[in-house]
């Protein structure tokens, strides 16, 4: 049974850097794509990005040149940072594999 | 990037109603469609991919049919664990855009 669990600091600050890891229980992330989804709260979903395994990743353009998205083999498991964050991307961020395996979230704060 | 359209944003209905959802993207995605069905707190849920096949463990009262620029998502009896929001997604292409959603409330 694949099973995801995410984990990273919860409050950050204006301009500081968001860090995710995504362990991924029951699959090798040396296969498949993995994703990192977001979902403010009390709205929509939107894709962050997502890396395959090749270990090529595609961002979302509208997060521009703040995100990468890595994949550790060694740990089995893969991380998502987005850098000069605002109040904005205060959201549950989320990982995936394949969008059919899913973490259960976790909430991310941006606040001064 | 290809816009999904969702409608109706939301609607009410009772337990046994037949429930249809549609989804329009703003240009043909073939059917690299997804539906999921998400409840308050919890992660979203694939019901079905490539526009109408289910996923593995979804009952089969959700059925999804479209294909280019049309789907939509059809619960034929409402069961009490319906209630929810349901999201369509484009797979065509990146970025891989959602619809806003639509929530199933009860009447």
């Known amino acids: 049974q694949v099973r995801l669990q995410e984990w990273g600091a919860g409050l950050l600050k204006p301009s500081e850097t968001l860090s995710l890891t995504c362990a991924v229980f029951?699959?090798?992330?040396?296969?498949?794509?993995w994703t990192w989804i977001r979902q403010p709260p009390g709205r929509g979903l939107e894709w962050i990005g997502e890396i395959n395994h090749s270990g090529r990743a595609t961002y979302n353009p509208s997060l521009k040149s703040r995100v990468t998205i890595s994949v550790d083999t060694s740990k089995n498991q893969f991380s998502l940072k987005l850098y000069s964050v605002t109040a904005a991307d205060t959201a549950v961020y989320s990982c995936a594999r394949d969008f059919t395996y899913w973490g259960q979230g976790t909430l991310v704060t941006v606040s001064s | 990037d290809i816009q999904m359209t969702q409608s109706p944003p939301s609607l009410s209905a009772s337990v046994g109603d037949r429930v249809t959802i549609a989804c329009r993207a703003s240009?043909?995605?073939?059917?690299?469609l997804n539906w999921y069905q998400q409840k308050p707190g919890k992660a979203p849920k694939l019901l079905i991919y490539?526009?109408?096949t289910l996923q593995s463990g979804v009952p089969s009262s959700f059925s999804g049919s479209g294909s280019e620029t049309h789907f939509t998502l059809t619960i034929s009896s409402l069961r009490p664990e319906d209630f929810a929001t349901y999201y369509c997604q484009q797979t065509y292409t990146t970025p891989r855009t959602f619809g806003q959603g639509t929530t199933v409330e009860i009447k």
């Open positions: 029951g699959e090798s992330v040396s296969g498949y794509s």
């Open positions: 240009q043909s995605i073939s059917t690299y």
């Open positions: 490539t526009a109408s």
